[in-house]
């Protein structure tokens, strides 16, 4: 379960979707200049955000938009919807030392562990909308375009 820059792409886009469906049509075209990203990258996060039931894509004049309320969405299911390797958060190495006693008992001392941490990101995922996000961040647009600047 290792997280790229996927995940907190696949968030901008949602925030910027949902900032921006009301005031313009959004395209992939505004999507990757809002994100400074390769406009393939993010086709292929909509993509993959259509498919987890999360946004809508129109062609022609429709453009893109919110599938369901960002208050019941996670940032697990944006992980899940978006990610490719997710197998596991941890990875251990190869190529151990069969005759070394760390090499040999390390999995017995890390697993129980490691897949505890694992069970706690993911819990702590769920606990986090990206509603939140978006409300904050609309919040400080505001204050930002009421004081001018920084």
Known sequence: ??????????????????YFQSRQKVTGDLLAASIGS?????RKLLSNLKKAGLIQTKPGIGGITIARDLDDV???DVYNAVETNKETLFHFHEGLHPDCPVAS???AALDDRLDRIQRE???S???V??????RELTEKIQTTQKTGGD
């Open 74 to 76: 996670t940032f697990l």
């Open 129 to 134: 909308t990206v509603g939140e996000v978006t």
């Open 1 to 18: 379960m290792q997280v790229s820059t996927k995940f907190t792409i696949a968030i901008h886009i949602l925030a910027a979707t949902q």
């Open 121 to 123: 990101f993911e819990e």
């Open 38 to 42: 390769n406009p393939a990258l993010v």
């Open 125 to 127: 995922f769920r606990q």
């Open 105 to 107: 008992n390390i999995h």
